[in-house]
């Protein structure tokens, strides 16, 4: 970089544009970093959370089944397997975090009526309705830690990212902007100098003469 | 329906619906002998004692005791409890075939009838697994052939090629004539679930119906099937307060219960505590509930206030009926059964307390291996035992 540098006043001045260019960004990455951050930490919680009742759901999930596999056998429940007419969706969507796309999922037909289950109630007991629930509630909240764990992946690599160029900005590139700048000044200022003292000699000669 | 038309014969041939045999029914000796084979089950010792095995102890123990032909089939190396619970119903089904055989004239009729309700379970899961599009071999995993179609046309109807062939198949099952109403009216799938209900309704009509034809006993038993209506229906009633409940609840009501639908629908509103009491303590199932209150909680104090408190308040959270008060009602109900069987020793009511006792052994052994299996505690799973 230093060899091509030319002490110019135009030189000068675009390397005093390109610090103002890198310090507005390195200013905004910094407040897009904090931003991503706060919001990993608030993500970050609610997963916790969520991944901490998704623990006890699945253990209550397969406490119900372990009932309802007692109750009616896993041939009753294949039975009732059997009869599940409507197959829950999953739509991706996502939403916006300072330009970032967070995966959002929008379900439906997870959660049911016991109207809706297809099974006839007349053949099944209400273990069935409880183990249906129970797992219904575990599919609910396996979307919606699916969708945070995603998210989290997603900001945690933006904010490494991130990281990365705000470092590279803020110890790399602006202090070597700097140099640039200070160097091509003391260049300009030397010149300067040789120039005065150039005259200075030529006006001392000529009055000699 | 796709036109194709299967000659009578043709569906005889099908080894579908094989006929009755009427005559003079022996029933002392189909009675005594099946009051022996009764003696035979499994007991609660044995219950007991298989709560303290492992599984493949309890295969081992099973295979010692009626179970022998099944268990062999198993790998003895390495038991697949899928495998073991297909193997038991089988066994089931074998021996309702068993007793079919065994009975003539009008036991025989009932016990037909009685057994009907398996036919209802195949063929709800045929038409199912035709809609899913699965095999006939998966298909065939979950059936068990104890009722009037036997394996060989089970295997038939597993066979057709699309839903309506199996309808098709049908045509000389005593409940066709709903499944084809059914089929013909749908415009597009028909709604399976609704179709079932239906079919277990025209089922218990029959059945009382059946038992109004003066065989011993069957006066007894239509009570004790009277007693199963309102039971399932009170307990439908429960599960369908806690969710969302339909302006009309007495579409998935059985009919021919003690209680009318009526009742039930007016019930279904009810929020308060006493008019839900006034009506609860008018009923007959309030004994049978007390009792299986008891039985549940022996050391309440006060059984039946308890008893009480404990159903109203289920009631009045809307929170489903207690798995474990289920099956204790269902084991009083069995004994009361067995208790009128002894009473008339020769009637239609040894066949079924037979019947009954066998479907809840292979249920009481398949709820030890499968509570073993997930960790289940075996004090809790003593409580799913119907013994």
Redesign the interface.
């Known amino acids: 970089m230093q060899g091509s540098i030319q002490a110019t006043r135009s030189e000068l001045l675009a390397v005093k544009r390109r610090i103002i260019i890198a310090e507005r960004g390195h200013r905004l990455l910094k407040m897009k970093r904090d931003v991503l951050i706060l919001e990993l930490i608030r993500i970050a919680k609610d997963a916790r959370q969520t991944m901490l009742q998704l623990e006890k759901e699945y253990r209550t999930s ?1 406490d119900t ?3 309802a ?3 009616e ?3 009753g429940i ?2 009732v397997a ?2 599940v ?1 409507t197959v829950p969706e999953l739509k991706p969507g996502t939403r916006n975090v300072m330009g970032m796309r967070l995966p959002v999922y929008s379900s439906t037909g997870v959660k049911k ?3 809706n289950r ?6 099944t ?3 069935i ?2 183990a249906a629930e129970a797992f219904e509630g575990l599919t609910t909240l396996l979307i919606h830690a699916a969708e945070l764990e995603a998210a989290v992946r997603i900001l945690t690599a933006e904010i490494t990212r991130l990281r990365r160029r705000v470092n590279a900005l803020e110890f790399s590139v602006i202090p070597e902007l700097y140099r640039i700048r200070d160097t091509i000044t003391s260049q300009r200022d030397e010149l300067e100098r040789e120039e005065l003292s150039r005259i200075f000699w030529m006006k001392k000669k000529r009055a000699g003469l | 329906m796709n036109g194709k038309m299967f000659s009578p014969s043709q569906l005889r041939a099908g080894l579908m619906l094989k006929p009755a045999t009427p005559g003079p029914a022996n029933a002392h000796y189909t009675c005594t002998r099946l009051r022996v084979r009764r003696t035979r089950l499994l007991g609660r010792e044995d219950y007991m004692r298989m709560l303290e095995m492992d599984i493949p102890q309890i295969a081992r123990f099973i295979g010692e005791h009626g179970y022998a032909k099944e268990i062999h089939t198993l790998d003895s190396t390495r038991f697949d ?2 495998r073991l ?2 193997v038991l ?1 089988q066994n089931l089904s074998e021996a309702c075939q068993n007793v079919r055989e065994l009975t003539s004239g009008p036991l025989r009729l009932l016990t037909e009838w009685y057994l009907h309700r398996w036919d ?2 195949n063929i ?2 045929i038409l ?2 035709k809609r ?1 599009g ?1 095999s006939k071999e998966r298909i065939a ?2 059936i ?1 052939p104890a009722g009037d179609i036997d394996a060989a046309a089970i295997r038939y109807l597993a066979e057709a090629p699309s839903e309506r062939e199996v309808v098709d198949r049908l045509v000389l099952w005593q409940l066709y004539p709903i499944i084809a109403k059914e089929y013909a009216q749908a415009k597009g799938d028909v709604n ?3 179709l ?2 239906r079919l ?2 025209q089922y218990y009509i029959d059945l009382l119906r059946k038992c109004e034809t003066g065989i011993p006993g069957a006066d007894l038993f239509a009570a004790s099937v009277r007693l199963e209506i309102d039971l ?1 229906n009170f ?2 009633l ?3 307060r ?3 409940v ?1 302006e009309d609840i007495r579409e ?1 009501m ?1 009919i021919g219960g003690d209680i009318p639908l009526d009742e039930f629908q007016r019930l279904a509103g009810v929020d308060e505590k006493d008019a839900f009491l006034t009506f609860f303590r008018g009923t007959h199932l309030f004994p049978l509930l007390v009792d299986s209150y008891n039985a549940l909680f022996p050391d309440a104090a006060k059984a039946k206030e308890e008893a009480e408190k404990f159903i109203a308040e289920r009631w009045l959270e809307r929170k ?2 207690l ?1 474990e008060m ?2 204790t009602v269902n084991r009083l109900r069995l004994s009361r059964l067995e208790q009128l069987s002894k009473r008339n020793p020769f009637s239609i009511l040894p066949v079924l307390v037979y019947l009954e006792r066998k479907k809840y052994e292979v ?1 009481n052994i ?2 030890i291996i ?2 073993l299996e ?3 505690p075996p004090e809790k ?1 003593q409580q ?1 035992l119907v013994i």
């Open positions: 397969l089944l372990a009932v596999q007692m109750m056998g896993s041939i294949a039975i059997f009869s007419e009526e016991l109207a297809g099974y006839s109630l007349i053949s007991s209400s273990v309705d409880e | 409890t899928d619970e297909v119903m209802i379970v709800m899961v199912r697994g899913k699965f995993d979950v068990a399976l679930s609704a079932e209900t277990y309704r399932a307990r439908n429960i599960r369908i806690t969710g969302t339909p998935q059985l489903r009926p798995h289920e099956r249920f398949r709820a499968r509570g997930d960790g289940v799973i799913f």
